[in-house]
C-alpha cells in the first residue's frame, strides 16, 4: 500500500511542476507576442523595414512620423500576408506622402492578406508600374485602405492607381483616387479576375484611360461595389466614369454621383459590352458627354430611383443600344445630335414609374427613339415637354417589328418639327405584327408642325382607354392603316382642330350609340367630350369630379392601377376611366350652376340657368345666404317660376344644383 501512495504522490508532483511550466511558457509567449508599434523613421529606417520587424502573430502597427517617404524601401512595399496596420501619425494623407519617384508602385497585397491589413492616412503619388495598379497592387488578397489619397500614379495596363485581380475583395473608404493614368484598362482602377472590392464615400476624380474605364473598368466577372462615391471628370475611349465588359457587373449604391466624364467613343459616363452590365440604386448619373452613343450610358444596366440627366451625346443623349430597366427614375434635359435625346432603345427596356421630360434632338426622338425593332413597356410614365427637331417628340419609333407598350403613360407637351409631337411610329403591316399600343394613357397640347400632334402612326396603332385631347392640329394622323390592325376604343378626343382620328376607319368618330354614362358616341364607345383636367395649364391632368371620363372605360386585364398607383377602378364595382389617372367617382359628379339669373316678371321670381348636363335640377329657397335650404320643385328645365314669390320672406335666397 505504501509504494502505490509514494508512487502516487511522485506522479502528482511531477504533474504539477508540468503545469507550472506550461504557465510559464504561456506567459513568456503572451509577453513575447504583445503588438508593438514602429515608427518609420525612428524604430524603422523604411516602411518596408517596419512590415518585415511585424511579428506577423498579432497586429502590429506600422507608424509613420515623416512628411515625405522616398527611395528603396518607401515604395514596392510588400505586407507579405502579414496583418499589419500601416498609418501615419497625424491620419491626414495631405501630411504624409509616400513619392515613389516613378520608380515602382506603392504597396502590394498579394500573399493572402485580409482585413486585418491596414493601409490608413497617407498619399501615394509618383507610383509607377508596367502593369497592374500604379499605387496598390492587391491579388487574391482583401486588405482595409482608409483615409488614403493615390494620385499621379500611372501603369501601362490594368489601373493607374489601383488594381484588384485574381479574386480579391479589398475595401476603400474615404479615399480620393485622382489624376491618375493608364494607357488601357482603368485610368484610376482596375477590377478584374472576379475581384470584388468595396469603395465607401470614396472620389475618383480626373483619371485618364487610353481606351475603356477612365475612373474604373471592370472585366472578366469582376463585381465592385460603391457606396456613397464620386465618380467625375474622368475621360477615356469608352465608359469616361466606368466600363464594365466580360460579364462584370459593378453595383453603384446609397448616392453615388458619375458626372461630368467623358467618355469619347461610347458611354460618357458608363460603358458596357454586349456581356456586361451594371446597377445603380438612389444614385446619380448626370452631365457625362461622349462624341457618339450613350451620353450617360451605353450597353445596357438598371436603374432604381435615379437621375439621368443633363447627359450629351450624338447618339442616345441619355441612354443608348442596350437592355435597359428604370424604375422611379427621371430622364430628364439630355440632348442627341443625331437620334434619341433622352435615350435610344436597340434591345428592349422597362420603364416603371419614370419621369422623361425636357429631352432634345436635332433630329429624331426628342425622349426616346428606337432604333432596332425591339420590345419595350411603359409604365405610370410621364414623357412630357421633350423636342424633336424632325419627328416624334415624345417617342419615335420607326421599326417595324417593334412592341412598345403604353400603359397609365402621361404624354403633356411635347413637340416635333416634322410628323407625331408626342408619339410617332411604324404599325405592324404584315408580317410585321407588332405594333404599339397605349392603354390608360393621357395625351394633352402635344404639337407636331406636320401631321399627328398628339400621334403620327403608319400602318397600325392601338389606342384604348386613352385621352387626345388639345394638340395643336390632328389628335392622332393615321397613314395608310390596316383595318385589322387599327384599334380605338373607349377613347376620348377633343380640342384637336385639325380632327380627332385622321386616316382611321370611316367608322370611328361617327356618333351611333351612347356609353355607360349616357354620353353620345361611336360604335367603338369613343367619346368626343372636354376631359375636364382639374387645371391643364398647370399640367395638372388629373380628372374633375364632373369629367365625362369618369366610369367610361373598359377593364383591360392587368391593368388594375393608375399611373399614381391608385386602384383601378375606383369604386372596385364600377367602370374604370379613361385616362392614366383615377378619380375616386364612379360616375361623374353634375357640375354646378354658376349663372343663375333671377328677375322679377309680374311680381313672380323667374329664375333661368345653362344647362350642365343633368338630367333634372333641383330649386331650393332659404332665408340666409349660403345655407342648404328647403326643396321647392324638381324641374326638368333650365328655367322656373316661382309663382308663390309674394309669399316669400324678404330677403329671399334661391339655389339650383343638377341631378
Not at 59 to 66: A, F, H, I, K, Y
Not at 114 to 137: D, F, H, K, Q, R
Not at 619 to 636: K, Q
Request: with cysteine; glycine share 14%.
Amino acid at each position: 500500500m505504501s509504494r502505490v501512495l509514494t508512487v502516487f504522490h511522485a506522479l502528482t508532483c511531477a504533474q504539477a511542476r508540468g503545469r507550472l511550466f506550461l504557465a510559464l511558457a504561456l506567459m513568456l509567449c503572451t509577453s513575447i507576442a504583445r503588438a508593438t508599434t514602429w515608427q518609420v523613421p525612428g524604430g524603422a529606417p523604411t516602411i518596408q523595414a517596419g512590415i518585415d520587424s511585424a511579428s506577423g502573430i498579432v497586429v502590429d502597427t506600422v507608424e509613420l512620423t515623416g512628411l515625405s517617404y522616398t527611395g528603396v524601401g518607401n515604395h514596392d512595399i510588400d505586407y507579405r500576408g502579414k496583418a499589419v496596420v500601416v498609418r501615419s501619425q497625424s491620419g491626414d494623407p495631405n501630411l504624409c506622402r509616400i513619392d515613389c519617384q516613378n520608380s515602382g508602385r506603392g504597396f502590394i497585397f498579394n500573399t493572402n492578406e485580409g482585413p486585418g491589413s491596414v493601409l490608413e492616412g497617407v498619399t501615394i503619388t509618383n507610383g509607377g508600374a508596367v502593369n497592374y495598379g500604379g499605387a496598390v497592387s492587391s491579388s487574391s488578397s482583401s486588405p482595409t485602405i482608409r483615409n488614403c489619397t493615390f494620385r499621379v500614379c500611372r501603369a501601362n495596363i490594368g489601373g493607374g492607381a489601383v488594381n484588384c485581380y485574381n479574386n480579391s475583395s479589398p475595401s476603400f473608404t474615404n479615399c480620393r483616387i485622382d489624376s491618375n493614368f493608364a494607357v488601357a484598362y482603368g485610368g484610376g482602377v482596375c477590377c478584374e479576375a472576379s475581384s470584388s472590392p468595396t469603395f465607401t464615400d470614396c472620389h475618383i476624380d480626373y483619371n485618364i484611360s487610353g481606351n475603356k474605364g477612365g475612373g474604373v473598368e471592370c472585366w472578366n466577372n469582376a463585381s465592385p461595389t460603391f457606396s456613397g462615391c464620386t465618380i467625375s471628370h474622368d475621360s477615356a475611349g469608352f465608359g469616361g466614369g466606368v466600363a464594365s465588359g466580360n460579364n462584370s457587373s459593378p453595383t453603384f449604391i446609397n448616392d453615388c454621383h458619375v458626372f461630368n466624364n467623358i467618355g469619347y467613343l461610347a458611354g460618357g459616363g458608363v460603358y458596357t459590352d454586349s456581356s456586361g452590365t451594371f446597377t445603380f440604386t438612389d444614385s446619380h448619373l448626370d452631365a457625362n458627354l461622349t462624341w457618339y452613343d450613350g451620353g450617360g450610358a451605353s450597353g445596357g444596366g438598371s436603374f432604381t430611383n435615379c437621375t439621368i440627366n443633363y447627359n450629351n451625346a450624338s447618339t442616345g443623349g441619355g441612354l443608348s443600344v442596350g437592355f435597359y430597366s428604370l424604375t422611379g427614375c427621371s430622364l430628364s434635359g439630355n440632348h442627341a445630335d443625331l437620334i434619341g435625346g433622352g435615350a435610344c432603345i436597340g434591345y428592349g427596356a422597362l420603364f416603371d414609374s419614370c419621369t422623361i421630360s425636357d429631352n432634345s434632338t436635332y433630329n429624331d426622338g426628342g425622349g426616346v427613339a428606337f432604333v432596332e425593332a425591339s420590345e419595350a413597356f411603359f409604365s405610370k410614365c410621364k414623357i412630357d415637354r421633350n423636342h424633336a427637331d424632325v419627328d416624334g417628340g415624345g417617342i419615335y419609333c420607326p421599326q417595324q417589328g417593334s412592341n412598345p407598350v403604353f400603359w397609365n403613360c402621361q404624354f403633356d407637351s411635347n413637340s416635333a418639327d416634322g410628323d407625331g409631337g408626342g408619339f410617332y411610329g411604324w404599325g405592324g403591316n404584315p408580317p410585321y405584327l407588332p405594333h404599339p399600343s397605349f392603354v390608360h394613357c393621357t395625351f394633352a397640347r402635344n404639337s407636331a408642325r406636320s401631321l399627328g400632334g398628339g400621334a403620327y402612326g403608319y400602318y397600325s396603332l392601338d389606342f384604348r382607354n386613352t385621352i387626345i385631347a388639345f394638340s395643336n392640329c390632328e389628335g392622332v394622323y393615321i397613314q395608310n392603316y390596316d383595318t385589322n390592325w387599327v384599334w380605338v376604343a373607349y377613347c376620348d378626343f377633343f380640342g384637336n382642330p385639325c380632327g380627332d382620328v385622321v386616316g382611321a376607319p370611316p367608322a370611328v368618330g361617327q356618333i351611333t350609340t351612347t356609353n355607360a354614362n349616357g354620353d353620345s358616341c361611336d360604335q367603338f364607345f369613343n367619346i368626343f367630350l372636354d376631359p375636364s383636367f382639374v387645371d391643364t395649364s398647370a399640367s395638372n391632368l388629373h380628372l374633375s369630379d364632373y369629367s365625362h371620363c369618369i366610369g367610361a372605360a373598359l377593364s383591360t386585364t392587368g391593368v388594375n392601377y393608375d399611373i399614381e398607383g391608385n386602384p383601378r377602378p375606383n369604386p372596385s364595382d364600377s367602370n374604370p376611366d379613361i385616362g392614366a389617372f383615377e378619380n375616386s367617382l364612379g360616375i361623374p359628379a353634375v357640375p354646378p350652376v354658376t349663372d343663375l339669373v333671377i328677375s322679377i316678371q309680374s311680381g313672380n321670381a323667374v329664375l333661368n340657368w345653362s344647362p350642365v348636363g343633368a338630367a333634372t335640377y333641383n330649386i331650393y329657397g332659404a332665408i340666409t345666404p349660403f345655407t342648404p335650404g328647403t326643396l321647392l320643385v324638381n324641374v326638368t328645365g333650365t328655367t322656373w317660376t316661382d309663382i308663390n314669390t309674394s309669399s316669400r320672406p324678404s330677403p329671399y335666397f334661391y339655389y339650383v344644383t343638377g341631378q
